[in-house]
């Protein structure tokens, strides 16, 4: 292992794979980046996610993060396969303030640049879902490019994308056992 860095990044689930690509792109270079499970199956919450990716939130700051990492995951792959899948997402209405609140959302997206988005009859909604019972459905909310990300993938291909630039190192089973502070700053991080 390299006994040097100029940053070191202590987790490699998607969240330390995505800081070390994106500095890549900002052209850093001398990254560590470790994780106490195997690369990249680390064991902790990317692992497990589900994967749904709902771009529309009540916060624009959430919504465009998530509309970005649709648009990168969308590039991503690896042997294994891509690293998203455009499914579209549907939210349903029982109620008159759910429906109310759809139509919010509707208004929102388009003020966003959520493309695509439409407000759905109940039988709209049955001919996405077949499944789907429409009973007491007042309406839906269809966002065609929300999706399911493929954590461990979208993870993997950042970070395979770091090495390749040569700005980072990764080391999977590489527990932190201390991190040394002299005067308010890192100076090394102590693994097993």
């Given amino acids: ?25 900002l052209s850093w270079r001398d990254i560590v980046v470790i994780d106490r499970g195997s690369l990249f199956a680390t064991g902790g919450s990317t692992s ?4 749904l990716v709902f771009q529309l939130n009540y916060s624009k700051t959430m919504t465009l993060l998530a509309k970005y990492s649709v648009e990168l995951y ?8 891509q690293a ?3 499914v579209g997402g549907i939210e349903i209405a029982y109620t008159e303030t759910r429906w109310r609140d759809l139509k919010r959302k509707m ?10 988005t439409e407000l759905l009859t109940p039988e709209q909604a049955k001919a996405k879902i077949p499944l789907l019972d429409t009973t007491g459905i007042l309406g ?10 493929k954590a461990l993938r979208a993870a993997e ?3 395979n994308f770091a090495i390749a630039s040569d700005a980072a190192k990764f080391y999977g089973d590489t527990e932190v056992l201390n991190i040394e502070v002299e005067q308010g700053q890192v100076k090394s ?4």
């Fill in 1 to 25: 292992m390299k006994n040097k860095a100029k940053l070191v990044i202590i987790g490699a689930g998607i969240v330390g794979c995505s800081t070390a690509y994106h500095l890549a792109k």
């Fill in 48 to 51: 497990h996610a589900p994967g």
């Fill in 74 to 81: 969308s590039q991503l792959k690896t042997d294994e396969g």
């Fill in 84 to 86: 998203f899948y455009t």
């Fill in 107 to 116: 208004g929102l997206a388009k003020s966003w640049g959520i493309e695509g």
């Fill in 140 to 149: 839906a909310f269809y966002v065609p490019t929300d999706g399911i990300a």
């Fill in 157 to 159: 291909a950042l970070a």
């Fill in 189 to 192: 991080v102590i693994t097993n």
